[in-house]
């Protein structure tokens, strides 16, 4: 626990120092409620917002709100694909983002390693159709024994590749976990977005992050 803490205080502080220009910072917190509809097919809705502490302007100010639905459909025990659709309200902008995901874990004694390749589109009034392509690699490893159990603790490192065709975003999540009942966890930590990097215009974000997940089976 000593070790997580310290390595969430100098990543946030090496980052405040090196992001001198075009830094926001807040919070994202979400909410997570899973219904298992089958053996291999899983409901996943999210409800998601944002709110800036210090944005462009040094102002304290609300970004925006997503709500996610998607189902997940597991091949076998390692693989899985999800389809689903987020609809953002940004301001008086409503967007609307439609994905799909596939992914594959292998777990290696007390570690779980995750990928993800997922593939999204964006609709707005009156603007182009974006399209982005992501890669997320995590890895995440209990503070105890050689699984997570009630009550217990866990790791989480994340890093995600994220491309639109005009430039590259990367982003660093680390994450402490805790497992509160069979049916539901929390996880808290940070989620640094380094954006705009071709275009050597560096935009950086550092999100103060929890996220609640919650089973109804």
Known sequence: MKTFCCFLLSFCCSNLLFAQFNFNTGFLPKIVVSKKLSNKNIWV????????ILDDNNEFSHSLVDISSIISIKTDFEQSFNFGYILRF????????????????SQLTSIKIAHRIAFEQFYQSKRQTIFRTRYRFTL???????RVDIKEFYLKLGNELLYDFTDLKIRITPYLGYQISKKDKIEFG??????????????NDLWFRTTWYISLN
């Open 45 to 52: 809705n999210s409800l998601e917002s944002r709110t800036f």
């Open 90 to 105: 940004r301001d008086d902008k409503t967007i609307h983002r439609i994905f799909q995901h596939y992914n594959f874990v």
């Open 140 to 146: 995440e490893k209990p503070l105890s024994g050689e």
């Open 190 to 203: 940070l989620d640094y977005r380094l954006g705009e990097f071709i275009k050597n215009n560096t935009q």
